[in-house]
């Protein structure tokens, strides 16, 4: 729990940025104004610059902090959970852009039908990463389907890309 609670806690850089974004991609997006994918560039570009070196001081000094916070015993038992968290995390973090930009322009459904989609998957890899890797396998799995998510949700806003 203690790792996932430390990740998590950095939702709040891109809901901040998404909150403020959320406008300006729906007026950009009715208006079909050129600079709107400027601005979705610059986005993902700036979370990306001020996520990375972040997490990378998670991932890299996993042990060192948790060593810290709950001791060297749990700390060697959740370090490597944290590393992973901690990639999941920025890819995550920037899934949060293309997101925000399919909301903002209308697009709801293609983003609700790729998370239906996706909750048999997780749930089948929860449960197989798990059965074979215990804690760590969770973490694989969650980091998979964040992965996988963003993956979608970039490409859906590619195509909108394309079609504009």
């Not at 991932?59 to 490597?80: K, N």
């Amino acid at each position: 729990a203690t790792p996932q609670e430390i990740v998590t806690k950095l939702w709040i850089i891109p809901g901040a940025l998404t909150a403020v974004l959320f406008p300006a991609f729906a007026a950009q997006a009715a208006r079909k104004d050129a600079q709107a994918w400027a601005l979705y560039d610059r986005a993902v570009w700036i979370l990306f610059a001020v996520l990375l070196p972040i997490c990378t001081v998670l991932g890299v000094g996993a042990e060192p902090i948790l060593r810290l916070w709950i001791g060297r015993e749990l700390a060697a038992h959740s370090a490597p959970i944290l590393q992973v968290f901690s990639l999941g995390i920025l890819i995550n973090c920037l899934a949060h852009v293309p997101l925000t930009w399919l909301h903002g322009a209308g697009r709801f459904r293609a983003p609700a039908l790729l998370h239906c989609a996706e909750l048999p998957l997780f749930l089948l890899a929860l449960w197989l990463f798990t059965s074979h890797w215990g804690l760590i396998g969770a973490a694989m799995a969650w980091l998979l389907r964040m992965a996988a998510d963003a993956a979608a949700l970039f490409w859906l806003c590619r195509l909108e890309r394309r079609s504009a």
